[in-house]
């Protein structure tokens, strides 16, 4: 049976269109010169509803299931996984928000953030603690009524372009307290375009293998003033618990992004099987072009009905960490290893950046290092299989 409804099907299409007209012209040559994603096309995605999709209509949403969300994230990463990625902060703090905000803070945010009138950007992440969450040191200090952050972040994407950075601080300078001792801030500044705007925040782009279409910051806080009010939930030491509640969408989006990269990568593979001719022959004559092909499809597919059966799970209102895992770490290494093999059926011109393969295969391997590594999903998905 699947899980797909008609109105899925009619959401798959009209996106389809979106990203056949708007996206995939542009997306090869943005991504050649190093460009971030046009504005216009933001605008036209918020315009089309896309950052709120999963937030009730009264703050401003448009009150869909997880499923849709997969659908757009997959239908625009399809074109370029740039523009798949811009929802994930959306749906990062907006959950953060709807899950533990005060009602005054989810009046003062949602409805922007779902309008994407307000950007957010994500700063988990530190130098020195990537995966090890509970070793975060940015520092937050109460001073007056509000607390000043100093320290350092990285990997902050899109900090340039967001008017909100949804940060992770340290509220409990113990650094026994681990987990116990962060808390989540929301700091407000202006949208820019190169540099970070705010006068105590400093940041350098990190040059990267691909996902050009949005920079990657490097941060430094330097004595940042952030409101009391601003402190999610208004309650200081529960960041680690808040950030717990965005796990489950993120992985699914981010999931659901690499089975979009990797579509992509087997329509190319497909067609230009049937274009090529070798030995004076199409290649997809050819019984080892043909077994590539079989596999990409049955690994894709495999990604995708796992990437759905998650969202089934949550539009149901079931716990799906373990689903949502499984879908993201399927997925990562589905995405490396269709991309590669499209790579190969292209040959020579594979490698080359007349095709797009290059650029799917380059973006498709960041899939297994963000929202949780695979190593660490490997780690989360025992533990619940041993506690079982
Ligand atoms: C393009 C890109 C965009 C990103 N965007 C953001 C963003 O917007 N916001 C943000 O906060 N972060 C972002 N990140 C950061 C990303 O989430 C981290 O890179 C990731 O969490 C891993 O942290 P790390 O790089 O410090 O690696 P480390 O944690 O140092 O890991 C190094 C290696 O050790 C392994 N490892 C670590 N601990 C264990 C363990 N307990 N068991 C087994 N293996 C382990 C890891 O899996 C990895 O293979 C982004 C990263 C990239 C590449």
Redesign the pocket.
């Known amino acids: 049976m699947s899980l797909l409804t008609e109105e899925h099907e009619e959401i798959r299409k009209s996106v389809r269109k979106f990203t056949d007209a708007e996206v995939i012209p542009v997306a090869q040559e943005l991504d050649r010169k190093g460009e971030q994603i046009p504005r216009e096309i933001i605008e036209h995605m918020a315009e089309l509803g896309y950052f709120g999709l999963i937030f009730p209509e009264e703050y401003d949403g448009v009150g869909l299931d997880y499923i849709s969300m997969a659908l757009v994230a997959e239908e625009l990463s399809r074109g370029w996984l740039s523009v798949g990625s811009v929802m994930t902060?959306s749906v990062i703090t907006g959950t953060l928000l709807l899950t533990h905000g005060t009602e005054e803070q989810k009046n003062k945010y949602l409805p922007g953030i779902a309008r994407d009138e307000l950007m957010t950007?994500?700063?988990?992440?530190e130098p020195d603690?990537?995966?090890?969450t509970g070793g975060m040191q940015l520092r937050a200090t109460k001073k007056g009524d509000g607390y000043v952050l100093n320290g350092e972040?990285t990997?902050?994407?899109f900090a340039n372009r967001a008017h909100i950075l949804t940060v992770l601080a340290r509220t409990n300078p113990d650094p026994k307290s681990r987990h116990k001792g962060l808390s989540i801030f929301l700091v407000d500044k202006d949208s820019g375009d190169d540099g970070i705007d705010h006068p105590n925040i400093s940041g350098e782009p990190i040059p990267?293998v691909g996902?050009h279409g949005m920079r990657?910051f490097s941060l430094s806080f330097n004595d940042c003033f952030v409101p009391a009010d601003n402190l999610i939930g208004l309650e200081e030491n529960k960041g680690f618990y808040q950030l717990m509640a965005t796990y489950e969408s993120a992985r699914i989006q981010t999931a659901a992004r690499a089975v979009g990269v990797a579509q992509a990568a087997f329509e190319a593979a497909l067609r230009y099987s049937k274009e090529r001719t070798q030995f004076g022959q199409p290649i997809s004559n050819f019984q080892a072009i043909r077994m590539k092909l079989s596999e990409m499809a049955s690994r894709l597919e495999a990604a995708r009905q796992l990437v759905y059966y998650a969202c089934d799970m949550k539009d149901s209102g079931r716990r799906c960490d373990l689903e949502a895992g499984l879908a993201k770490i399927f997925a990562a290494e589905m995405v490396e290893y269709v991309t590669r093999e499209a790579m190969q059926v292209f040959g020579g011109y594979g490698y080359s950046k007349e095709y797009p393969v290059e650029r799917y295969w380059r973006d498709g391997r960041?899939i297994s290092?963000?929202?949780?590594?695979?190593?660490?999903q490997h780690?989360v998905i025992a533990r619940r299989l041993l506690e079982k």
Not at 121 to 125: D, V
Not at 129 to 132: C, K, Q, R, T
Not at 369 to 376: K, N, R, V
């Open positions: 902060r950007a994500a700063a988990f992440t603690h990537g995966s090890d972040k990997w902050c994407t990267t996902y990657s960041v290092l963000f929202e949780g590594t695979s190593e660490i780690e």
